[in-house]
């Protein structure tokens, strides 16, 4: 049959665990998921037109109407806009005809704004028809739409200027750089893919490899922080007759861009964590979970794979063990940060919307389709590797006592090198402004939104597990920036935007605290209003994951370490103003009946 | 020593709070023992003559007429308590904040089943008498500082009268489970 969107559905089996990437599939193809998409998908699927609806209306990238043949998806989070985002975005405008998340009438550009996208080094960035448009001008825009009404190919607007590495890959053909300033155990040169895998695991029982694991001390570094020998283990122990290995690679913290490099320059060591890790528990399954900013990346993640399976490196009896079988899927997400949170992300690869589960059960007990389920960050499973090539000792003795080894950060903002570092844990912040050659700091926001803002006073503090815990989002503000609206305000978007939903307090309390922000900003706040802020955020504690716990972060920080940026904005005469503007209030109304707007 | 002094306003609202105010059944007469009213529907007294102790106020504010009476309120009162959920919260007449106010206005007067047919030349009610609707309906705290409030949809007559009395009397309020659920 030669019907688009049935062919893509046979392609996945008529599996409903795979609905993400039959709708992924059909908004390529038709630029949306329509309505006749959705029942032919429910039909043939077998489950109901609402369960297809609710996954493709909870992710970005998905949409039920066109998105014009040109979609552009341009970055709107903080540090984009201090590298010019705004004037990127009116040019785009300008040019196209259309103002930002609508489409031309000719339904030739679609203009969508977007969260941080894991370019934050190259920033103005923007996605187009998935492909990376990195530090982007006006002059670009001008001609990159300009391209479009001549109905060029993506291909053909984005150029030839292939950045470094295996970003100038037959396969990538990218744009973007990858800006290594300083080179650790992951992204080191010379390094044999499979080296471990074929000198020591074929050596080791699984027993051995969580015991050297456990002994290195190494702790998650996709932000939580758990310690993953213990996580391993618990997974080894766990019943089941089939266990998984989740590598997250979802990066959506903003600021955060490390998994990306790692991702393009060492692809080969990622997967081989990741059988080290099936060898350790006992998975015979395992799934690359790759936000969908980086599809640009996963032919050549496939190309090295196949090579991996090629070298019996992935498949069956890896490396001569025998009945050790073992092999790895890439699974696409949709534009939702909350996806990153390990048992969201399970929940989007079985098809579903990307909805954190209650715990326990843990993934470990009850993962992926019910089964014990290891998901480790992409930097967590290559150190694993390094572990068992040089030993425990040699990683305990890097780093602080809590934190040991290495980290890769990402750091961006206002400073010279902006790019990613590997460094030893025990790094100060001022270590890292001094590195990244970073002058005149007003403010350094250390673990994305989810983490700090610190000021100058604090930039004595150590990046570690005990102090500053970070999964790497370095972002720095200079002098002339403002804070509160700039940076405090966009976070606090963020979070508003990419809550689930579920549970009550975070979907209503940082909306209602973005609103007293708002009012301070515009000069009506009291000292009551910050109490207030400080009082509303506890009961986030609450909330079901992460995302909730630590949406108030950018606020509550904030009142913490620079609280006089907050002094100077709030009224000290009076206890108390509501903000009310009766001219404002009575301008639409006027406005309907044709009155002059006055009122007493 | 001189009664505390009452007033209360219906704003956005459908009287039905100050109904069950008048649930309080013969408990009336001994309200107006313990309090002298002023400025309210209820006796019909239209502008505040002197400064009141409590002011009571039922609905939110959904024209410049209603802020403004809520402002006189607060200039006016020492304490003043939001009543039922549309004070509270803006309650029904506030489903319409997620529509443009003209959208609103050419259902009522254009497009409704009513006057449709009733007004050709497509009248909309301007007259400068008339109070101008505002962007959307705030609750009452949004416009000036409330000091109390007591939900429900109508609250309780029982809820307003132990209000009413623990304030007047500075008690503690008692708030018996019956008298604050909803189902
Ligand atoms: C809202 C939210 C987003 C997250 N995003 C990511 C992410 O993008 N990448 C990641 O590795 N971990 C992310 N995490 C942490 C994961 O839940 C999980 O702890 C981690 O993947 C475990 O791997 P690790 O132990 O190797 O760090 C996120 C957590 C939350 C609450
Ligand atoms: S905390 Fe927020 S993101 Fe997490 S489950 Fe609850 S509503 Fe969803
Ligand atoms: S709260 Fe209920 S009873 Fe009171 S005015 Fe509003 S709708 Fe009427």
Not at chain 1, 165 to 180: K, M, P, Q, T, Y
Not at chain 1, 513 to 521: G, N, R
Request: proline share 4%; with cysteine; hydrophobic share 35%.
């Amino acid at each position: 049959m030669n019907d688009p969107v049935i062919n893509i559905i046979e392609k996945y089996n008529k599996d409903y665990t795979r609905l993400m990437d039959i709708l992924i599939d059909v908004q390529d193809e038709a630029g949306c998921v329509n309505e006749d998409a959705v029942h032919k998908i429910a039909d043939a699927i077998g489950i109901s037109v609402v369960d297809v609806e609710q996954t493709l209306s909870f992710y970005h990238f998905f949409s039920s109407e066109p998105r014009g043949k040109y979609t552009v998806y341009l970055n709107n989070s903080a540090v984009a806009i201090m590298m010019g985002r705004d004037m990127i975005a009116g040019a785009f405008e300008q040019e196209a005809g259309c103002s930002f998340n609508s489409v031309t009438g000719d339904g030739l550009i679609g203009l969508f704004d977007t969260a941080c996208i894991g370019m934050n080094d190259q920033e103005p960035a923007a996605i187009i028809n998935n492909e990376i448009f990195p530090r982007l001008t006006t002059k670009k825009v001008r001609q990159i739409v300009k391209g479009m009404r001549e109905g060029r190919p993506v291909e053909e607007l984005r150029g030839n200027d292939f950045g470094d590495g295996a970003n100038s890959h037959e396969l990538v053909r990218s744009l973007v750089r990858n800006n290594i300033k300083r080179k650790g155990p992951v992204l080191e040169d010379g390094y044999k893919v499979g080296s471990v895998i074929r000198e020591h695991l074929t050596n080791m029982s699984p027993r051995e490899v969580i015991k050297t694991i456990k002994k290195s001390n190494i702790r998650g570094r996709g932000g939580a922080g758990f310690p993953t020998g213990m996580k391993w283990d618990f997974c080894r122990r766990a019943e089941g007759d089939q266990k998984y290995i989740f590598c997250n690679a979802d990066e959506g913290e903003p600021g955060t861009f490390k998994d990306r490099v790692i991702l393009t320059e060492a692809p080969g060591l990622i997967i081989e964590g990741m059988v080290i890790a099936a060898y350790a528990v006992g998975a015979s399954e395992g799934l690359l979970y790759v936000r969908h900013e980086y599809k640009y990346l996963v032919k050549y993640l496939n190309k090295v794979m196949d090579e991996m399976r090629a070298g019996n490196l992935l498949g069956k009896n890896i490396a001569g063990i025998d009945g050790f079988d073992f092999d790895v899927r890439i699974q696409l997400g949709a534009g939702a940060y909350v996806c990153g949170e390990e048992s969201a992300l399970i929940e989007s690869a079985e098809g579903k919307r990307g909805e954190p589960r209650d715990r326990p059960p843990f993934p470990v007990q009850k993962g992926y389709l019910e089964k014990p389920t290891v998901v480790n960050n992409v930097e967590t499973l290559c150190l694993a590797v390094k572990i068992l090539k040089n030993g425990a000792a040699w990683f305990r003795d890097q780093g602080t006592e809590d934190s040991t080894g290495t980290k890769i950060l990402s750091v961006s903002g206002d400073c010279r090198e902006a790019g990613v570092y590997e460094v030893t844990w025990g790094f100060t912040v001022n270590d890292v402004l001094k590195t990244v050659d970073a002058e005149q700091v007003q403010a350094v926001q250390v673990g994305g939104p989810s983490g700090a803002l610190i000021g100058p006073d604090e930039f004595d503090r150590v990046l570690c597990y005990s102090d500053l815990s970070t999964g790497g989002s370095i972002m720095i503000f200079d002098e002339n920036r403002d804070l509160l609206k700039d940076v405090v305000l966009n976070f606090m978007e963020f979070f508003i935007e990419e809550s689930c939903g579920s549970c009550s307090t975070c979907r209503i309390l940082p909306v209602l605290m973005k609103q007293k922000m708002e009012k301070i900003l515009e000069g009506h706040g009291t000292e009551q209003d910050i109490k207030d802020i400080k009082e509303w955020a506890r009961p986030l504690e609450h909330s079901r994951c992460g995302l909730g716990h630590t949406a108030a972060n950018p606020i509550l920080t904030s009142i913490k370490n620079l609280r006089n940026l907050y002094e100077r904005k709030v009224k000290k005469d009076v206890e108390f103003d509501t903000g009310f503007d009766l001219h404002k209030a009575i301008r639409e109304g006027s406005d309907a009946v044709g009155r002059i707007p006055i009122a007493h | 020593m001189s009664k505390p002094i009452l007033a209360t306003a219906s704003l956005a609202g459908c009287f039905g709070c100050h109904m069950s105010l008048l649930d309080i059944d013969e408990r009336i007469l001994e309200l107006i023992e313990l309090v002298d009213f002023n400025k309210s529907p209820i006796n019909d007294i239209k502008k505040f003559t002197r400064p009141c102790d409590i002011g009571l106020i039922e609905g939110g504010c959904c024209n410049n007429d209603n802020v403004h009476v809520l402002k006189d309120f607060r200039k006016h009162c020492k304490i003043l308590v939001s009543v039922g959920e549309c004070a509270i919260m803006g309650g029904l007449p506030a489903l319409r904040n997620g529509l443009p106010v003209s959208d609103c206005l050419e259902e009522a007067y254009l497009n409704g089943p009513s006057t449709k047919d009733e007004n050709p030349e497509g009248i909309m009610p301007n007259d400068v008498e008339l109070p101008i609707l505002l962007d959307k309906v705030y609750p009452c705290h949004e416009v000036v500082k409330m000091d109390y409030y007591l939900p429900g949809c109508p609250p309780d007559a029982e809820l307003l009268w132990g209000a009413l009395t623990a304030l007047i009397k500075g008690n503690e309020l008692e708030l018996p489970y019956e008298v604050i659920k909803y189902d």
